[in-house]
């Protein structure tokens, strides 16, 4: 942030971010502020803090149990378009991306941001059918540096109970596949749904729901700007890459998500219906750490 001589921020600076803050979070589809909003405008280092390197887990006991052995080979027509890149710190990328227009939030930032827009979506009745049946908003768990974010479809009465994404049978699944699959820790990656708010019955969301918080989703994926984003499931699909072609079709290559290399693979829920299927999931996860220079976890590793 530019100072003036004797040291005092710069007005005209001030200014600036306030509106850069204001438009993010326009962005996000917030008309209102809650009354204990705070808005830093403190003078910031003039370089970004370092990005923390977020270690690995220890390698795990029993590998991918869910899903399939890891000698399992990735077919060569399913290998990632791109090159594999070298192992890199699982720490959320401060490069910009070319899909986002606002400037990348420094990770001592981050923080804040997110609880200030989850602020919002707690009280948020946008679908007021939604919010009157909910116990209360799911808003998202996980690294706000996140190098992957998983993005689901709405919680169900596990997720509406505890206020977190993918607790439930199918968020066993999915916690199998980071750890024992990927080998690492759910605190590594970032979780989150299209919805905030379970829908009656388990239903898939209906396209003005879905209209109407997919922007809270947009601002957490500005925030946190993964590298990769992984949609279970083709709801996930639908609402941020559009379209509604068969999993079949979306899987297993890449997409692009306003430029953050994006993958679709089968929910939890799905796999734990069609068993059969994971080891199609198991192969989809294979590209993705490919792309992310991740080794699997050694077999029989303690
Ligand atoms: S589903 Fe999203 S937009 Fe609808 S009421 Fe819940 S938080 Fe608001």
Redesign the pocket.
């Known amino acids: 942030m530019t100072e003036t001589p004797d040291d005092q921020p710069d007005p005209r600076a001030q200014i600036r971010a306030l509106k850069n803050h204001l438009e993010s979070l326009a962005r996000a589809?917030l008309d209102a502020l809650p009354v204990d909003h705070a808005i830093d405008l403190a003078p910031r280092p003039r370089t970004h803090p370092p990005v923390a390197r977020e270690t690995q887990a220890e390698p795990v006991a029993q590998h991918a149990s869910a899903l399939v052995p890891p000698t399992t080979p990735v077919p060569q027509a399913e290998r990632p378009i791109h090159s594999p890149q070298p192992q890199a710190p699982l720490g959320g990328s401060l490069l910009g991306s070319v899909g986002f227009e606002l400037p990348v939030i420094p990770l001592d930032e981050r923080g804040q941001a997110l609880a200030s827009l989850a602020a919002v979506?707690?009280t948020?009745?946008?679908?007021?059918h939604?919010?009157d049946a909910?116990t209360q908003?799911v808003f998202g768990v996980g690294s706000h540096s996140a190098r992957l974010m998983f993005v689901g479809e709405?919680p169900g009465a596990d997720e509406d109970r505890l206020g977190e994404p993918f607790v439930g049978r199918a968020g066993k699944l999915l916690t199998d596949m980071i750890t024992k699959g990927m080998g690492l820790r759910r605190e590594d990656v970032y979780i989150a749904n299209i919805?905030?708010?379970r829908?009656p019955d388990n239903r898939n969301?209906e396209p003005d729901?879905a209209a109407?918080?997919v922007?809270?989703l947009e601002r957490q994926i500005e925030v946190i700007r993964p590298e990769f984003l992984c949609l279970l499931g083709l709801v996930a699909v639908r609402y941020l890459l559009g379209g509604a072609q068969s999993m079949g079709r979306m899987r297993s290559r890449w997409h692009d998500y306003r430029g953050v290399r994006t993958m679709a693979t089968y929910h939890p829920s799905y796999l734990l219906r069609n068993p059969s299927m994971k080891r199609e999931a198991w192969v989809d996860l294979q590209m993705l750490m490919g792309a992310m220079g991740i080794e699997p976890p050694r077999r029989g590793s303690a």
């Open positions: 589809g979506v707690s948020c009745r946008k679908c007021p939604l919010a909910r908003t709405a919805l905030k708010c829908p969301p729901e109407n918080c922007p809270y």
